[in-house]
């Protein structure tokens, strides 16, 4: 057994690990970083393409915080949200200190708040709280990625130590006290790590279908949702979140916090898109922004389709669905349309004013990709038999939607008469939708200090959490509409790089 000292150990080499090393390793202290995969970059492969700062302004900082709790329906743990809000206005300053410019700011004022779409579209007003700095990648990569190697080598700088391919097997601790942790090394040798204390940065549980299972109700099998899968993730491919750093504090009496999925309605593959969700093989991903008839699994329809392109709402309305799974159904005059007059919805990420050779998009996926969440039929009757969806149900929904299309008014749901397009003429085309998401996010339960806390609510000394794993508090429980974002990863990487630093200090 190999063993080192420090002063603080940290698990994770994402975007609130590094933060938080860097941070400690700027305070003077001894920093010793574990990372299970052989580079630094955790959760950045969850796509972050901006980060989100409340402005150091007491009112604005008010304002952000109500919204964000509001929006929870005060579900989510004040004092978390509270120091993540009030910590987020030094990002930028930190990201422009690691010597890295922004692509571009979008700044609003204090009466948009809770006003606009979140992060500027595609997600919940609720969301929207302060200013969105827009990260510069290289290539076709993201800034986030750009960050983390940037954070990496700044604490190296530092003196700190980055340990590649150690995965983290388990905390030590002593009475009411962690005291360092347990990690295998590239060899397979078994490091004993001595520090006076340990920052959980681990990610989430996104890569784990037993964990999903267990502490969501979703099956996960992979991102074509092949044999049964009824979710799946915008993630590239090998990031590891397996949920260690939950199991690692579970373990040795941490509470349990929030879990769970949030984010996209999304096509499951094969053939949609390529390892990250803005590099699209086909238009699938633009469809499915459309405000036209959605029905579930016995063919009807669950909400008002107008909020398409709000994620967050449909991610959740779909979760409540029979099988989790729902349907985008439309037919040959509504594929003209999106032809020749062009979209209802247009999502940045996913550009596009018209969509062009649908027909030849879907034989391309069924025929060619073997997709198998692609339908066209020539019949409403074919399309059922092929999707599964009940032939009866559909039916009788399809007579009652156009008869709203018909007259102008959506009797059921409201929804905006500019968005009521008939189903009538074949062919009939159908996209099946899950749930997906950035990430599994959450359990581990911290205080606003972000320390990890027992089941009776009393901290732990000397162990800390941030970033995805601990986010849960975040966004209440179950978390209500919310997903692993950088801002809260920088916020907490600052506070529990300064708490445990100052803690070390106290021994």
């Not at 299970?36 to 915080?65: C, H, I, W």
């Amino acid at each position: 057994m190999k063993t080192i000292t420090t002063d603080i150990a940290i698990m994770g080499s994402g975007l609130a690990g590094l933060t938080a090393a860097v941070k400690a390793a700027e305070a003077g202290a001894g920093v010793a970083v574990f990372e299970k995969r052989p580079f630094q970059g955790g959760g950045v492969s969850n796509t972050p393409m901006m980060t989100l700062a409340v402005r150091d302004d007491q009112e604005y900082k008010d304002k952000a915080f109500k919204v964000h709790m509001e929006y929870t329906n005060y579900s989510a743990d004040a004092a978390v949200v509270r120091s993540w809000i009030d910590n987020s206005s030094h990002i930028p300053e930190f990201i422009n200190g690691l010597g890295i410019d922004f692509l571009h700011v979008m700044k609003f004022d204090l009466e948009t708040l809770g006003q606009l779409p979140g992060y500027s579209a595609g997600f919940p007003k609720g969301m929207h709280l302060g200013d969105y700095y827009f990260l510069k990648g290289q290539g076709k990569g993201h800034g986030a990625a750009v960050i983390c190697k940037r954070m990496a080598d700044t604490v190296e700088k530092l003196g700190g130590e980055l340990y590649f391919s150690c995965p983290v097997k388990g905390l030590i601790r002593e009475g009411d006290k962690v005291v360092g942790l347990v990690a295998t090394d590239k060899d397979g040798e078994e490091l004993r790590v001595s520090a006076k204390a340990v920052v959980i940065a681990s990610g989430g549980f996104s890569d784990n279908p037993g964990m999903i299972k267990e502490f969501t109700g979703f099956t996960y099998t992979n991102n074509n949702c092949d044999d049964g899968g009824n979710v799946l993730f915008n993630t590239f491919p090998g990031a590891r979140m397996t949920g260690d750093g939950q199991r690692a504090v579970w373990e040795i009496g941490g509470a349990q916090g929030s879990m769970g999925i949030n984010g996209h309605n999304l096509v499951p593959g094969p053939g949609i898109i390529g390892h990250t969700p803005w590099i699209m093989k086909n238009q699938m991903r633009i469809i499915q922004e459309q405000p036209y008839l959605w029905v579930n699994q016995r063919g009807e329809r669950f909400i008002d389709e107008g909020i398409s392109n709000n994620h967050m709402a449909m991610g959740t309305s779909i979760a409540r669905q029979p099988d989790k799974c729902s349907y985008i159904v439309f037919d040959e005059a509504t594929k003209r349309h999106m032809e020749q007059e062009g979209l209802e919805y247009i999502y940045f990420i996913f550009p596009a004013e018209k969509l062009t050779d649908v027909s030849g998009q879907f034989e391309h996926l069924i025929d060619v990709v073997g997709n198998k969440h692609a339908f066209v039929a020539d019949t409403v009757e074919d399309l059922c038999a092929e999707t599964g969806i009940d032939a009866a149900g559909l039916t009788r929904t399809l007579d009652a939607y156009n008869d709203y299309c018909d007259k102008g008014h959506d009797d059921q749901f409201a929804k905006d008469p500019a968005f009521l397009r008939p189903v009538r003429e074949p062919k009939f085309y159908a996209l099946r939708c899950f749930c997906g998401g950035y990430q599994a996010l959450g359990g581990i339960k911290v205080n606003g200090k972000c320390q990890v806390v027992d089941d009776d609510y009393r901290p732990i000394k000397g162990l800390y959490a941030a970033g995805d794993c601990a986010a849960g508090e975040i966004w209440g429980n179950p978390p209500t509409g919310g997903i692993g974002v950088t801002t809260i990863c920088f916020s907490q990487g600052f506070i529990t790089g300064r708490e445990a630093v100052e803690y070390a200090k106290s021994l």
